[in-house]
Nanobody
């Protein structure tokens, strides 16, 4: 069973920045795609950003130009740098890793942006 260890959430004022980290408990060698989703109260979970094993990135329109996803192979960690945060970015952020035949979710980390 793969575990995804997330960190980096917290409370920040609008316009501020946070960096989320996600580290799989096993080697990321077999991960096809890894990324972040978020779920705000009363809303469905939505994609934020993903990155493939080949380095191709995908972003939700609402975060383009503000968020950057990256992978550090030496540290086996994926990062989500979030800049110019807005109150509407407030949500629980979940890391998700998709392997060839399975996928795994992290436990979630709360991001709260105050106005």
């Amino acid at each position: 069973q793969v575990q995804l260890v997330e960190s980096g959430g917290g409370l920040v004022q609008a316009g501020g920045s946070l960096r989320l980290s996600c580290r799989p408990s096993t080697s990321a060698f077999n991960i096809n795609t890894i990324g972040w989703y978020r779920q705000a109260p009363g809303k469905q979970r939505e994609l934020v950003a993903t990155i493939t094993s080949g380095g191709t990135t995908n972003y939700a329109d609402s975060v383009k130009g503000r968020f950057t996803i990256s992978r550090d192979s030496t540290e086996n960690t994926v990062y989500l740098q979030m800049n110019s945060l807005k109150p509407e970015d407030t949500a629980v952020y979940y890391c998700y890793a998709r392997y060839t035949f399975s996928g795994y979710w992290g436990q979630g980390t709360q991001v709260t942006v105050s106005s």
